[in-house]
Structures are given as C-alpha cells and as structure tokens.
C-alpha cells in the first residue's frame, strides 16, 4: 500500500512539473524592453522604481528609471513623490564625470506628464500618456539640480520637488 501511495505521489509531482513547464513556454515573455503599457502594470508588483536611488560610485555610467503615475497607484506623481509631501522626492545621487541616463515612463492613461531637469536639462520634456523618453547626460558640474514636471498637468504641484546630486 506505501508503494502504491508512493507511485501517485511521484505521477503527481510529475505532471505538476510537466504543466508547469508547459505554462511557462507557452506564456508570453514580458520584460523592461517592453512596451510602457506593460512595464506600469507590471510595476505594481515590483520595486524598480524607488523614489531615491543613488548610482554605484565605482561605475561609470548611471541609470534610472522615473515613473510618472496619476492619482490612486503608488507611483503618483513622479516615483511616489505624491506622497513624500515637501521632501525632496525623488532623489539621484550620481558623482561627477558619470554618463546620466533617465529613461521616463508615464503610466497615466490619458495626461501628459512633464520631465526637467535645472542646468541638465533645462528645455524639459512632455512625455504623452503611454509614452517614454530616453536622455543621456554627463554630470560633469557638481551640484544640486531641481527636477520638476514642467507642462501643467492635474498633480503639477506634486511633481515639482526631485532632486539630481552630482558629487
Ligand atoms: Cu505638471
């Protein structure tokens, strides 16, 4: 009788890992490279965009990701910055001579939101909904630069207080 039980027991750990594996080749592949649809409604599960992050001062490149969210996710305003009230929100902390790269994705359905940055970035840019925008800098003047949403959009006030540090 133990053998018995022992035969469905290893039959059923087998077809478990046949239709596991079968669901996973079959299911479709999402990444980051995605679109931006699929990256904000995969965002809710992950943590890739922290609102402070500060690069690896041994590489010499920096990355970033910013989230631009309406009301009601955790990512409105700029990475959360709705909720960081008059903290600077958010904060990259890059070291000079670094090539900057932001890349923007704005996850709001239908408003476009604004990116700029002081002395970096000054002309800006709208990122319309369901767009991204990519730019690539090097900080080569130290300092503290102002990162705001430059377009009137409905959470501007929200979107007005990031931070770029360059040491
Ligand atoms: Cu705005």
Redesign the pocket.
């Known amino acids: 009788m133990r053998r018995l039980w022992k035969g469905i027991f290893v039959a059923a750990v087998v077809i478990l890992a046949s239709v596991s594996l079968f669901i996973f080749l079959i299911s479709p592949k999402t990444t980051n490279n995605g679109s931006v649809v699929s990256i904000c409604s995969e965002l809710g599960a992950s943590s890739v965009a922290k609102g402070n992050s500060t690069a690896s001062a041994s590489s010499s490149v920096a990355n970033f990701l910013i989230v631009d969210a309406d009301p009601g996710g955790p990512y409105e305003g700029m990475n959360g910055s709705a909720y960081h009230g008059l903290s600077s929100w958010p904060v990259m902390h890059v070291f000079k001579g670094q090539k900057v790269t932001i890349r923007i994705i704005n996850c709001a359905p239908s408003e476009a ?2 990116f700029s940055i002081t002395h970096y970035f000054v002309a800006g840019v709208a990122v319309r909904a369901e767009q991204s925008y990519t730019f690539t800098f090097i900080a080569n003047t130290v300092g503290s630069f102002r990162i705001f ?8 006030p929200l ?1 007005q207080n990031g931070l770029l540090v360059v040491s």
């Open positions: 939101h604004g949403c430059n377009i009137f959009c409905a959470i501007h979107m």
